[in-house]
């Protein structure tokens, strides 16, 4: 009993075991940073109590113990003390960047401080285990630092301009950037060589850091996700400015994919004897909606152009008037309003010209409702000019806007092709001209053209599946398949199967 007793006092045992019990801990904290600092704080309180109360002095140089057995114990015991205050500092470096909530971004600046603090510890250890000189030490190494430095001249250059850009934090994890040279993409990960970037088309592009130390950057990404954009339109100067300006504050008002506030602008920017120059200001919720947004910025300036007779500006070594046509050739407003809806592109040339002869011209004044939900339609519309909104009433009294309708957009299907009421409300926003096909004119169209109810009941599938997704209670209260759809205007008009 009396040798268990002695075993367990002695100051060797009680070491030994002490280290088993942090072994032990860090097995069972591993990936949980803040239970690992408490570990090794924990660990580090005891063996400085264990030490100081066999007067062992870690932080002093030299062991005067006789006793080999002794003296070892001595110094392995200190180089532990201090590997463990070590421990306790670069746990501490982690936990502080876990509670920042930014780990990542924080990678190089936690590696370089967690080096310094183990390049220190071991110093000591240097210094006070092995009574070693630790000023002869750096100086001798000093000439294998150079030579080590000439070798790694390049990388080194990434790695302290990886230093520089951390500390000074141009850019985060999650930003994007454009660097100078037209790289543009999300910063996903930062580490000691190189930047690592997401582009837009989804590729990795990994740029050193000392390239973008030295080059000109541009953070898209601002205190919030709101990211603005422009497009630049050139157009013949055959209407005045101030006409063609406004015609672009119609294509703004009528985008769906850009943010109303802060609102859109547009400016004129330029006018010489070949184009007016606009420009186009606009503000999407993120950056990566830019793309889409622009792309329908684009299509609405060719419909609302088309229908306000502006003309797109050509090469600069092009004639006026060799860039215009023709006005006789043009056939009239309803012929050219079919022409340019991919519905009725399958129709022949009389088809298309009985069906623009029973088109019927409707004006509506801003804000004038062309057609309230709930109601009944008997006519397909084709927006002509202007914008309407697609406008839904709760029982409140408040309104929802779903989407906004262009030039060559149509509404009104559901009520000619099912006999099925408005789900919302149609409003003018702007002045509004729309052209109207009497479901009987359609009816005569599509006995002749049976293979017309496939293209009609995709589109009306695509209306509904919109609206399915714009609507908060996620329903349209009509059945989207296109088959069934079909099926059902075939039904309506009595068309065989």
């Known amino acids: 009993m009396d040798k268990v007793l002695q075993l367990a006092l002695d100051p060797i045992t009680q070491f030994a075991a002490l280290v088993l019990v942090l072994v032990f801990a860090r097995t069972l904290v591993r990936g949980r940073p803040t239970e690992r600092f408490l570990v090794h704080i924990a660990f580090f309180v005891i063996l400085t109590i264990l030490l100081v109360g066999n007067d062992v002095a870690p932080w002093t140089a030299g062991v005067a113990d006789e006793d080999l057995t002794h003296k070892t114990f001595i110094g392995i015991a200190k180089a532990t003390w201090w590997a463990g205050g070590a421990m306790v500092l670069a746990s501490s470096v982690r936990v502080y960047l876990i509670f920042e909530r930014k780990p990542r971004e924080g990678r190089l600046i936690q590696d370089l401080l967690v080096a310094f603090i ?175 947004a622009k792309s329908e910025i684009f299509d609405l300036v060719y419909r609302h152009a088309k229908a306000a007779g502006i003309q797109l500006s050509t090469a600069a070594n092009v004639p006026i008037e060799a860039a215009s046509s023709d006005p006789s050739k043009h056939p009239g407003t309803p012929w050219r309003l079919l022409t340019s809806i991919p519905l009725f592109s399958a129709l022949t040339e009389d088809e298309m010209e009985t069906v623009a002869n029973s088109m019927t ?107 399915e997704h714009l609507r908060a209670d996620g329903s349209a209260g009509v059945e989207a398949h296109p088959i069934s759809l079909a099926a059902k205007i075939r039904h309506l008009f009595r068309l065989p199967h």
Not at 133 to 162: K, M, W
Not at 185 to 190: K, L, P
Not at 214 to 222: D, I, V, Y
Not at 363 to 392: D, Y
């Open 118 to 292: 183990y390049l220190g510890a071991a110093l000591s250890i240097i210094a006070f285990v092995f009574d070693l000189p630790v000023r002869t030490l750096i100086a001798t190494s000093g000439v294998f630092a150079i030579v080590l430095g000439l070798a790694l001249q390049s990388t080194l250059n990434d790695v302290f301009s990886g230093i520089a850009l951390n500390l000074g934090r141009p850019y985060t994890v999650g930003d994007w950037i454009e660097v100078e040279g037209g790289v543009r993409g999300q910063v996903v990960e930062t580490n000691w060589r190189s930047t690592h970037l997401l582009n837009d088309t989804n590729d990795l592009v990994i740029v050193p850091n000392s390239t973008l130390a030295k080059a000109t950057l541009t953070n898209l990404t601002g205190a919030d996700s709101i990211h603005g954009s422009k497009v630049v339109i050139k157009a013949l100067p055959t209407r005045t400015p101030a006409a063609i300006e406004e015609t672009m504050r119609t294509v703004l008002l009528s985008a769906n994919s850009i943010l109303k506030f802060p609102p859109p602008s547009v400016s004129v920017t330029g006018l010489d004897g070949s184009a007016v120059e606009v420009e186009l200001s606009f503000k999407v919720a993120s950056l990566g909606q830019t793309g889409t």
């Open 361 to 467: 011209r409707c004006t509506f004044k801003k804000g004038v409702v062309i057609a309230p939900q709930n109601a009944s339609m008997t006519s397909l519309m084709i927006v002509r000019s202007g914008v309407v909104s697609v406008e839904l009433d709760d029982d409140n009294g408040g309104r929802e806007e779903l989407t906004r309708l262009a030039p060559g957009d149509l509404f009104g299907e559901r009520g000619v092709l099912m006999g099925a009421p408005e789900p919302a409300t149609m409003r003018a926003l702007t002045f509004v001209v729309v052209y109207e096909i009497s479901k009987d004119h359609l009816a005569s169209v599509m006995h002749e053209r049976p293979a017309l109810v496939e293209e009609l009941s995709q589109l009306l599938a695509k209306r509904v599946e919109t609206e």
